[in-house]
């Protein structure tokens, strides 16, 4: 397979327009957008400023309602009225944690339901977003890897999860407000939440392009970071078509662990994944790739294991996050000991490398890293399989 060939999953991906239902203009990329604007009357000259004006009132003002937008006419406000709506994921459930994390579960269309994470730092607050219902990769450490893959979600559905989030921290300028009148609460977006990004490119490229559009939420790319399991083809589309920021979960240093660890190695072992990955900082601009490597008690954490990784990644310029296992029940680890991280931490920084502990965020509401598995899904897995044991329906 190619660089260039695309690499997806066949699952369904819902359309944009319901039968009989209005379309949704959260999402289309701004040619999209001009193309569906002038197939519904809005006169070709005309539509390249429209959609200038509509994508501002949408992304950089937060506006839901077209009556909103004053620098269009009333009789053309009217007529997007009846074929366009704004629509946003709906915002199922909001867990605010001890430490200030927030958790929120979203339904989006057929009824499915994702989890995206707001994360507040002294200098920054960040977003970890989802691209996919569940996911498909089965990476042995991780509670969302436990949920069946149900569909991608659609670019709206992805970039929908920023614009949410905005609206609950109160981050959209008021009216007569110019855009960065309000403190930037919402200043980094990490793709680390369900799902692989990369089986799931043009959606996620597409949601990437518009919260980066500097008309809009306008993000730097390099305040976006893709967090991939390995997905090699589609690594140098990322930098080509993306440009942001690069993560890998790379979580093991041989490829006999990483086999257990991240099922995908086996079809791209670590040798081609750091291949591809040598190349990506020069062909994206990008400083430095992220490796996150999660600590497992016995099974990744050696000095061993620490002067391997170091060995491995030598001349890519890169930042080991390492992140404590996260623990949930049933799962089939433990966290490092604290010393052993450091220890391993410190081999590491040692070797020229920047290693940094991640401190866990967000456990007391089941928010941290690799738990993303919504408490009602559970809830509603134990009713099933009780009216299952008891012959009654739910």
């Known amino acids: 397979m190619t660089a260039s060939a695309p690499v997806t999953q066949d699952v369904l991906t819902i359309p944009r327009k319901l039968p009989d239902g209005p379309i949704n203009l959260v999402g289309l990329t701004r040619d999209q957008m001009r193309a569906i604007l002038i197939a ?11 959609v200038g004006q509509i994508w501002q009132w949408i992304y950089q003002k937060g506006i839901r309602e077209f009556d909103a937008m004053t620098n269009l006419s009333k009789a053309y406000r009217a007529e997007l009225a009846e074929t366009f709506v704004i629509a946003l994921p709906e915002v199922v459930s909001r867990q605010v944690s001890a430490d200030g994390t927030r958790k929120y ?20 607050g960040t977003l970890c ?7 498909t990769l089965t990476c042995s450490f991780c509670h969302t890897g436990t949920q069946k893959l149900v569909r991608n979600l659609t670019a709206g559905e992805i970039v929908g999860q920023v614009m949410l989030a905005r609206d609950d921290l109160g981050e959209w300028p008021e009216p007569g407000e110019g855009s960065d009148a309000r403190p930037r609460l919402l200043s980094n977006v990490v793709l680390m939440g369900m799902g692989e990004p990369l089986y799931n490119f043009d959606a996620v490229r597409d949601a990437m392009k518009i919260t980066m ?7 730097s790319r390099r305040r976006i970071t893709l967090s991939t399991s390995g997905v090699v083809p589609e690594i140098a589309r990322t930098a080509e078509e993306i440009g942001c920021m690069l ?7 041989t490829d006999e662990v990483r086999d257990k660890l991240v099922p995908i ?18 062909a994206s601009n990008s400083e430095r790739i992220t490796f996150e490597y999660v600590m497992l008690k016995g099974v990744n954490d050696s000095d061993q294991d620490a002067r391997r990784l170091v060995d491995l990644i030598r001349g890519i310029p890169a930042k080991i996050n390492l992140i404590p296992f996260n623990e949930w029940p049933g799962a089939p680890y433990e966290r490092s000991d604290w010393e052993r991280i450091e220890r391993f931490a410190d081999i590491v920084y040692k070797a020229g490398y920047a290693s940094p502990i991640r401190t866990p965020r967000g456990e007391d ?6 738990q993303l598995k919504s408490a009602t899904e559970r809830a509603r897995k134990s009713r099933a399989q009780i009216a299952a044991e008891t012959g009654q329906s739910v």
């Not at 993560?247 to 240093?253: E, K, M, N, Q, R």
């Not at 190695?265 to 020069?282: C, D, G, Q, S, T």
Request: with cysteine; hydrophobic share 40%; proline share 7%.
């Open 247 to 253: 993560a890998v979960s790379f979580h093991a240093t």
């Open 105 to 124: 579960l979203v339904r989006i269309a057929g009824g499915h339901e994702v989890e995206v994470v707001y994360i507040p730092e002294e200098d920054r």
């Open 265 to 282: 190695n086996k079809k791209w072992p670590i040798a081609e994944l750091l291949e591809a990955l040598r190349a990506y900082p020069k």
């Open 40 to 50: 519904h009357g809005t006169p070709e000259k005309q539509a390249r400023m429209r």
């Open 365 to 370: 509401i089941m928010a941290a890293c690799g």
């Open 129 to 135: 977003i989802s691209s996919q219902v569940g996911c």
């Open 213 to 219: 559009d500097p008309e809009g939420i306008s993000l």
